[in-house]
């Protein structure tokens, strides 16, 4: 059943809205002018109006139970909220705007180089139409792939995101529909697909009227967000057919290439077809009719295989998922941190079984959680599985928002690039990464609510008790904390900036153009450590490639034992070119060979071959 209201030729629009408790719901039109139209119910509780005489714009509430005195409330399914969180919602036509991507059917997922951005952290305007001068560059790159963070209607004008509470409507502040379709079509327009981050496990507390219309939530489980959405509970085919249609609208009328959904450990659904499992095939089926694959990924603190395994195996059946064991291993060993999750993590052998199955934890015993965690993801494509050594959770979510350019050395950096870059999964790279952007990125929001805005802040201290910050955190509701987030897009030119911003673009090129490493595939992957060096040999058909990480801060004596033919070097993170302190490894290497690896350096080698071979 779609919902919201859908703009037809001719001046007529159909409204729908469920509400299947209430016993009178009308249509009250308040610009250009006043009207109040009624509806009708059917028995599966949609009320819905064909209304003539509209134009694209007019703005609208509904009137719950009383003809003349309300409560109004904005439409739940609102594709516009021009006046925010508590204001009329807006009719928008989606027939006018002027595609140019007809022939555009997306980047392969196993072929994506995601880039995560937030449209009003991005650049100084904060706006979709401010992002779109710089893909050019991030193009260049050799990003093909950008992540919106959320941008469904919050309250004011900053916040993450996470707070949406119209999840069908696309923030006023950042441009609204016309804004987003515009960066979208030039996103095509230059191959580069898009990824949006939506909301499915809660809906923001400000400006959420859904409680006025349907069960929407149930207090049969508990979120840190409140009572959960109802997904398994009475009337909750409704609830699902709401959140299936926003999948199904980011795709229709914004040309959306593929979904991340935010935290699904947090949706909680014990029904025999769970919802994840349903969203999945109403995609599949989207997909089918338009002869283009459409894409769900998933953020997912469970290490459950189950979210991206085929129905037949009794999984979910998404595309792709998160995978924060490579960013903990990562990060652990590059900083020392050992405060909160971290416990679990900072040991070689956590890094060589995350590079060669993806889970550290599947099925063993977590110190931070006091029990058993997860279950062994080796038999999935390497493809389902998104990595990372920052992003906005594990930056933002600090007391200080510190990126690793702040806690890491420029070596440790480049190190960081290379364990991401040359893995054989899906990168994702947080936006000013690629040229170690100094700047922290806070949490920040601005909330009318006063008694809500000081739950924020007592909540954040909470959330970081486990890891031991003494200070205090900045404000989330300052304007300050969401100026200081803002990148320095000149320093990318600068420095130490150019020279690492030229190093990934280096790296990215490799991933690209070396068909061992642009074959994720785990069974042509050999991962083995000796000491704090990590050896990572892939394959593909006669290419050959050994990647050869020192972890160590220090400059390492290693033996490296390659199979019969020269090898080549590729890349040196410790070359002079790359600001390193200058690299003790030839050019071309053969059989056994003892050399110096520098400290927190990694070297690529490619196996020649003859002809013959």
């Avoid at 130490?496 to 030229?502: E, G, N, S, W």
């Amino acid at each position: 059943m779609r919902l919201g209201a859908h703009f037809k030729n001719e001046g007529v629009c159909e409204f729908t809205v469920w509400a299947p408790l209430r016993t009178v719901v009308a249509i009250r039109l308040v610009r250009p002018e006043e009207r109040i139209i009624p509806m009708e119910k059917d028995s599966r509780g949609y009320w819905s109006a064909s209304v003539r005489d509209i134009i694209a714009g007019a703005r609208y509430f509904y009137r719950l139970e009383h003809e003349r005195n309300g409560p109004d409330r904005p439409d739940p399914a609102s594709q516009c909220q021009p006046e925010g969180v508590h204001g009329p919602s807006q009719v928008v036509d989606h027939s006018c705007f002027h595609w140019e991507d007809d022939e555009w059917k997306g980047v392969k997922l196993s072929k994506m180089v995601i880039y995560e951005l937030h449209v009003g952290a991005f650049t100084a305007e904060g706006t979709f139409d401010a992002v779109i001068p710089r893909l050019a560059e991030i193009r260049e790159l050799g990003i093909n792939a950008i992540e919106l963070m959320p941008v469904a209607q919050f309250p004011g004008i900053r916040n993450w995101g996470y707070d949406g509470a119209y999840p069908f409507a696309v923030q006023n502040s950042y441009g609204g529909p016309e804004g987003l379709k515009r960066l979208v079509n030039e996103c095509h327009k230059l191959e580069i697909s898009v990824i949006l981050d939506v909301v499915y496990n809660h809906l923001g507390p400000e400006g959420n009227y859904l409680w006025d219309y349907a069960p929407y939530f149930t207090d049969k489980y508990k979120t840190p967000w409140g009572n959960a959405i109802n997904f398994d509970d009475e009337y909750s085919n409704g609830v699902r057919n709401f959140f299936i249609e926003n999948a199904l609208h980011w795709f229709q009328n914004y040309h959306i290439d593929a979904l991340r959904l935010d935290a699904v450990h947090g949706i909680f659904d014990r029904s025999a077809i769970p919802f994840l499992q349903e969203l999945a095939q109403s995609v599949e089926k989207f997909s089918a009719g338009r002869n283009r694959t459409f894409c769900l990924t998933a953020e997912s603190d469970l290490n459950d295989s189950r979210i991206i395994r085929p129905r037949e195996q009794g999984g979910d059946a998404l595309h792709a998922q998160w995978c924060d064991d490579f960013h903990h291993s990562v990060h652990a060993l590059l900083t020392g941190e050992k405060d909160g999750y971290y416990i679990d993590f900072g040991k070689m052998e956590h890094l060589m079984k995350t590079m060669r199955e993806g889970f550290v934890y599947s099925g063993g015993y977590s110190e931070f959680r006091k029990r058993n965690h997860g279950n062994s993801s080796i038999d999935r494509p390497a493809e389902q599985f998104i990595v990372f050594s920052q992003n906005h959770d594990q930056t933002g979510n600090r007391a200080f928002g510190e990126r690793l350019s702040t806690l890491a050395s420029f070596e440790s950096l480049k190190l960081a690039a290379g364990l991401v870059l040359l893995s054989p999964y899906i990168p994702l790279l947080f936006m000013g990464e690629e040229y170690g952007e100094e700047a922290p990125f806070l949490y920040f929001v601005s909330h009318g609510d006063p008694d809500l805005v000081e739950a924020v802040r007592k909540g954040r201290k909470e959330e970081f008790r486990s890891f031991r910050w003494k200070e205090e955190p900045p404000d989330p509701q300052s304007e300050e904390a969401f100026l200081n987030s803002k990148i320095h897009w000149s320093k990318r030119n600068i420095g130490t900036h150019r020279i690492l911003k030229d190093f990934y673009r280096q790296i990215i090129f490799l991933r690209r153009d070396v068909p061992a490493l642009s074959n994720l595939d785990k069974k042509a992957l050999e991962v083995t450590a000796s000491g704090e060096t990590l050896i990572v040999k892939r394959w593909k058909g006669t290419d050959r490639i050994l990647c050869i990480f020192n972890i160590a801060d220090r400059d390492t004596n290693v033996k490296i034992r390659l199979p019969r033919g020269e090898w080549n070097k590729l890349l040196d993170s410790s070359d002079m070119r790359w600001s390193g302190a200058g690299t003790f490894l030839p050019e071309r290497v053969k059989g056994t060979h003892r050399t110096i690896l520098r400290g927190r350096s990694f070297a690529l080698f490619q196996r020649e071959y003859s002809h013959a071979e």
